[in-house]
């Protein structure tokens, strides 16, 4: 059974920064392409960052272009995702999610598992 467990998120003052970690449990990790995805009181589950199977694309929803960058260490059975330039509206709960097939995709229904999410606030 693949488990996906998250950790990082906090409360930061707007302008700071956090880095989110998710570590997957199994042994095909390195197959799997990761996602993270971020979700707010009241709103759908929206596309944060993806990457493939080795690390060599990336992907990133526009709310975070040149704020966000994912990473992963295949090593480690991990994949991070640092964030930057945090506002107020990066508030929300954040998910990793793995995609078996190992494309890289901003479309949440093909994500095969998800973790419980950790909570980010930024305060203005």
């Not at 467990?5 to 906090?10: A, K």
């Amino acid at each position: 059974q693949v488990q996906l467990v998250e950790s990082g998120g906090g409360l930061v003052q707007a302008g700071g920064s956090l880095r989110l970690s998710c570590v997957v449990s199994g042994r095909t990790f390195s197959n799997y392409a990761m996602g993270w995805f971020r979700q707010a009181p009241g709103k759908e589950r929206e596309f944060d960052a993806g990457i493939s199977w080795d690390g060599r694309t990336t992907y990133y929803g526009d709310s975070v272009k040149g704020r966000f960058t994912i990473s992963r260490d295949n090593a480690k059975n991990t994949v991070y995702l640092q964030m930057n330039s945090l506002k107020p509206e990066d508030t929300a709960v954040y998910y990793c999610a793995a995609d078996r097939y190992g494309d890289v995709s901003g479309i949440e229904t093909r994500y095969d598992y998800w973790g419980q999410g950790t909570q980010v606030t930024v305060s203005s």
